[in-house]
Each structure stands twice: as C-alpha cells, then as structure tokens.
C-alpha cells in the first residue's frame, strides 16, 4: 500500500480504501490539545493539588503566561454542539458569571503573583459576544489590573456573526484582541436545519469586512466537515462563500458524532451524515480549492493565506502546539479561567468544574473551582513533547528530545517506530537517526501518527484488540 501513488486524482471518482482508512484514523485519534487526553484527568487531582502547582511556578518565577477565557453562554443551542456551554436568554445569569469569573482572576493572580506577563489570550464559549463589548471590555480591564498583557502578543477572541452588533470589531479591537475566530459550521440551508442553526452569509461578510478594517491581522473562519446531509457540492459551495469574503486562515474542524456524551446530539439522525467515502472525498476538494485560493495549509485542518501569522510562523519553524491548538508564541504556563477551563502548569493539567451554575457557586464560597486534573509523570512529559513536536512542526529532532528527557530514543520508542512502519512505506513519515519528519501529504493525519506514541491509545486500542495503525 503506497499512499504517494494515490496522489493522480482517482480518489475523486472513488475514494480508495486506503484514504478512507487514513481519515477514519484521524478522525478517532485524540485531538492532542492536552496530553494525556482529558479523559484521564482524576478527581484526586483537586485545587489543593492544583494550589501546590500555582504556588511551584511562583518561586520557579517562571516565565510568561497564557490565558484562557471561557464564557459559556449562547443564546440558542445547535445539535450539532459538543462544547461547554449554556443556552440561557437570562443576561442577569451572564453577568453573575461574568462576576465570579472577575473573582476568580483575582484568586488565580494572587496564587501566582500580580503583574505576570502574559503573551496569549484566548477568549472562547459558548458565545463570547454572547456578552456586551462593554462588559467585555470591563472583563479585559480586570485582566489587565492584575496581569501585563503584551500588546502584540497573541489575543484572540471566537466570534458567532449571527449576534455581532454594529461596531463589534472595532469595539474588539480597541480592547486588544489582533485575532478572531469566527464560526460559520456550514452555509447549506439543508445542513443548517439539520442542526438546527439557522445562519446566513450576509451578517459573516459584513463583520469580515468591519475585522479588515479594525486592522485585525488574523481573522478566521471555522467550518465543520461531517455534519447531516453535508454533501462535498453543498460544502465546496460553502467554501466557495467564505473563500470570497477575504479570511486570512480557514480552518476545517472534524464533526465526532457522540450522542451517548451529549444529549443535543441525539436530534441528529446518524442515517443523515455523510459516509467515510464522502467525508473522504469532501476533505481532499476543499484542500484543492483551498490551495488554489493560495492558502498554506499548516496541518490538523488548519489553512492560512501566507501573509497569517500562523503561516509565517510554519516558515520560520516556530510554530508551537498547545491547549488550544496551534500557537505562534513560545510554549508557555496556561491559566484557564471560568467554567471547564483547563490550565496547564509546569507537569500538570487542572481542569474547573464543567457545570456553569457549580463553577458560579465554588467561586462565590472563595474556592478554587477545581474538578479534576492529572499530574504528569516522566513519561507522560516525553510522549507529549514527541506529540506536540509532530502536531505543531510535523518532526521531532531526536537528540533534542534524547537531552531534554534524559532517554535513549531508539530503545525508549523501540515499538512505537515499529509502529511507524506502515506510515513510512506509504511515504507519510520519515525516519533516521537524527528525525522523524512527517512528508507533506502525511501532515493530514498528524494526530493519528502522533497517536503512535500514544500510551494511553495504544493501551486502550490493545485492551479492544484493535490494529492501531494502517
Ligand atoms: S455550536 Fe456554538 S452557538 Fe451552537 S450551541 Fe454550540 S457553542 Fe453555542
């Protein structure tokens, strides 16, 4: 089986089993946004362990700090969602919220000390412009009374266009975000009543062009591949929309369909989603048209036009893998705030109460909102690096990972490059004695090859007695 020969057009007419197989692959690997998975994460690791976390990087004086920021609320539920979120009209519940999240800041600043640097932000939901721009701006100012925020950092907010107010991306400026990330899932009237959003173009085209000239210099537009009756015409007809409207980066997020884990879910009807073949043939023409459009594509769904800091980050090769995916700033400290928010601090991840109206009530008693987390062990850190190192630059430099974790590659790894094998006659990764690189076409499955390293997975494929690879 040699994938590299498949690259004639032929899967148009028929997608082959083998693409097939490498897509089913990476649509079941984990997402890598942390590693081990989420799914890991323990109830024994609670806010005292946390505490201790926070307290160690305070005498480390470690360096700079990202943040993340979860505002939950939208206004309406859509079927398809799999985030954490509350559908509430309520504004007095938001802003109760918005409340306890401004005290929990100040708890989490004070743990680690007031005037820490932060170099990223993210802002995500839910809706975020669920809330006023004045309110955001008040929740931006708390923020910087306790942290240094550097203005060209990375700070970045998720938008829903359907509940932009006039002057929004200006507003979104002036507070100081440089990047949005704006979610149109779908723009087929067939697809948006199949999961119940209803969404025209019109308002996404008016905000883009409002971005461009609020001076933002990433805006980008979230599409969903692999929702009901979603068809590669009505998808590339989509596409064809967004292309037009001027986003500097597009990127293409995997639907999983879990029904058993979220209850809206269960509205969609499993007969209405498109087949692996489709889904199969539906990722290969929207990279085509993607690249024609002149859009770089980064990997793990990621596309950005050449002048998007994501793009120029690729070339330079500094392109970083973390929490939240991609990242153009060194690897650093991540603070999450608000419900189900994950930090990552020094070897260890914390994660707060899922539940909004729980996260509410923790904070008003003066506790850290804490619901899990997991400390991560010398293992754990070596097999994140490899991960993150594939994810984020799609090679790892062996001695580099050899002197940062005190191992032997080639003996430590010994099963997991056997298990490279398969990818390697396919011409999707290469290995030596100083690399393991991903070729160009392998960087569409960077999570099911970085899945090969993978304790956790492998254990589980095992333990179902499944073939984890090809
Ligand atoms: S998909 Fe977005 S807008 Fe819809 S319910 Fe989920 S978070 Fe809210």
């Known amino acids: 089986m040699k994938v590299t020969a498949l690259h004639d057009g032929t899967w148009r007419e028929a997608p082959s089993d083998t693409w097939m197989r490498l897509r089913e692959l990476e649509l079941k690997a984990p997402r890598y946004t942390t590693y081990p998975a989420r799914d890991h994460f323990v109830e024994a690791f609670d806010a005292t362990s946390y505490r201790r976390w926070l307290q160690r990087r305070r005498l480390a004086g470690a360096g700079p700090l990202s943040l993340y920021v979860h505002l939950p609320f939208c206004p309406s539920g859509c079927h398809h969602c799999a985030r954490d979120k509350l559908v509430s009209r309520s504004h007095a519940r938001a802003l109760d919220y918005l409340r306890q999240l401004e005290r929990e800041i100040g708890m989490l600043a004070a743990e680690i000390g007031h005037g820490q640097q932060v170099t990223r932000m993210y802002w995500g939901g839910g809706t975020p412009n669920f809330f006023r721009p004045d309110e955001l701006a008040g929740l931006a100012g708390t923020i910087r009374g306790l942290f240094r925020v550097r203005p060209g950092g990375d700070h970045a907010i998720e938008i829903d266009p359907r509940n932009a107010e006039p002057e929004l991306a200006a507003r979104l400026a002036a507070i100081g975000f440089n990047r949005l990330a704006i979610r149109v899932p779908d723009l087929d009237p067939e697809v948006l009543r199949a999961v119940r959003r209803p969404q025209a173009a019109i308002p996404t085209v008016g905000f883009i062009a409002d971005a461009h000239e609020a001076g933002f210099r990433s805006i980008g537009l979230e599409l969903v591949c692999g929702l009901p009756r979603q068809t590669a015409k009505g998808f590339l007809r989509t596409l064809e929309e967004l292309i037009a409207m001027g986003p500097t980066r597009i990127t293409l997020h995997d639907y999983r369909y879990q029904p058993q884990r979220y209850r809206n879910q269960r509205h969609i009807r499993a007969a209405e989603l498109p087949s692996l073949a489709e889904l199969t043939s539906l990722h290969a023409r929207a990279h085509e048209r993607l690249a024609a459009a002149d859009y770089e594509f980064i990997g793990a769904g990621h596309f950005a036009r050449p002048d998007d800091p994501l793009a120029r980050a690729l070339r330079a090769g500094h392109l970083d893998w973390d929490c939240h995916g991609y990242s153009t700033q060194p690897e650093s400290d991540l603070i999450g705030l608000g419900a189900s928010a994950i930090s ?125 690879i090809l």
Do not use: K
């Not at 539940?355 to 008003?364: I, K, L, T």
């Not at 994140?384 to 790894?413: D, K, M, P, T, W």
């Open 344 to 468: 990552r601090v020094g070897a260890s991840y914390a994660q707060n109460l899922r539940s909004p109206d729980e996260y509410v009530e923790a904070v008003r008693q003066g506790l850290l909102p804490v619901a899990r987390g997991i400390e991560l062990d010398a293992d754990d850190l070596v097999r994140r690096a490899v991960i993150n190192g594939l994810c984020a630059a799609g090679r790892v430099a062996i001695e580099s990972i050899e002197i940062a974790h005190l191992i032997n590659f080639q003996g430590y790894f010994a099963a997991e490059i056997r298990a490279l094998d398969p990818w390697v006659d396919a011409g999707l990764v290469e290995v030596d004695e100083e690399w393991i690189a991903v070729t160009p076409p392998g960087r569409r499955y960077l999570r099911a090859i970085g899945a090969c390293f993978d304790r956790y997975q492998r254990e589980s494929v095992r333990r179902a007695n499944v073939d984890p």
